[in-house]
């Protein structure tokens, strides 16, 4: 069986006519608190590096953002209902945030599905553009079903986006949550160590949700009708663009494969691991050379990259 036969690198075109009246929105950190959280990577604690991680991406978040902070199995070891909103969303919640992380107990099981699920509800989500960044290191252990959720909101036509940060979690596992973030134009960011956590959380908590609405909205505008780019024009949010297919001119894949990126070293080689997303994949990438791995269960096929400003 062949793989990747085609490989897209494009940007998505931001306008500067784009749904200026969009509002900042909201933010919602949710941190898992259950017991596998006392597992260790590099000799500490996943809770330990957890904690450290938020409080150093706080720090950058401006000071008008509105962020608010949930936790899940963090004082019944055994009940599927031990969620609570411990900070509600409001701009100056950094220090209460870092603080309640802190006195979390880490003890009981992951009902991620109902937490993301009460987070929803808490921001309204049908009323604007906000966000959910669910931070776990386990899958659903509550019966839930994230995929699921991830098309409920998706129908419900809101502004949220959901990020999802793998602290640990195995490729395998990955999947069974990726769903939740790709359903809702969120991320799925794969974190493996303190470094990782630390980037993968400033990349998403410091991230406004009106921003990547802004950006959706923008991709869709026709050339017939949009206004040139200013030298004032955002960023784009995406450059990077994967395409899969299994044959030469079949449809592309978008739900179970993975695609696993690499630094390239020197000899053109695997460097450092820099992420590994899964399906309908858009990422932005810095310039660099990277290597890129396509997988679709068995089927596997390797690419160099190139980034450039």
Request: proline share 5%; aromatic share 4%.
């Amino acid at each position: 069986m062949t793989a990747l036969l085609r490989n897209l690198l494009g940007v998505l075109f931001l306008l500067t006519s784009a749904t200026a009246s969009l509002a900042s929105g909201q933010v919602i950190v949710i941190l898992d608190a259950s017991g596998s959280m006392w597992a260790q990577i590099d000799g500490r604690p996943k809770q330990e590096i957890a904690r450290e991680s938020l409080r150093k991406a706080l720090a950058s978040v401006p000071a008008d953002a509105e962020i608010g902070f949930m936790a899940y199995g963090h004082s019944d070891k055994a009940s599927c209902d031990d969620i609570d909103l411990i900070v509600s969303p409001a701009a100056g919640t950094a220090s209460a945030i870092s603080s309640a992380a802190d006195n979390l107990k880490f003890l009981g099981k992951t009902p991620l599905t109902a937490a993301v699920k009460k987070a929803a509800e808490t921001l309204n989500h049908t009323q604007g553009a906000s966000k959910i960044v669910l931070i776990t290191d386990g899958t659903e252990s509550c019966e839930g079903d994230p995929c699921a959720l991830g098309r409920e909101l998706k129908a419900a036509g809101s502004g949220l986006i959901v990020d999802v940060v793998g602290f640990g979690l195995s490729a395998q596992d990955g999947k069974q949550v990726a769903c939740l973030a790709q359903s809702t134009g969120g991320k799925y960011i794969e974190a493996s160590d303190a470094k990782a956590l630390q980037a993968a959380l400033v990349e998403s908590v410091a991230a406004t949700p009106a921003a990547r609405a802004t950006s959706a909205a923008s991709a869709q505008a026709t050339p017939e009708t949009a206004t040139p780019p200013t030298a004032e024009a955002a960023k784009p949010e995406f450059n990077f663009l994967p395409t899969v297919t299994l044959a030469q001119g079949g449809a592309p894949i978008t739900q179970g494969n993975a695609w696993e990126i690499y630094k390239a070293a020197a000899n053109g080689t695997r460097g450092a691991s820099i992420a590994t997303e899964y399906g309908a994949y858009q990422g932005n990438l810095e310039p660099g050379d990277y290597i890129l791995v396509a997988r679709d269960g068995e089927a596997k096929a390797e690419q160099p990259l190139k980034v450039e400003a």
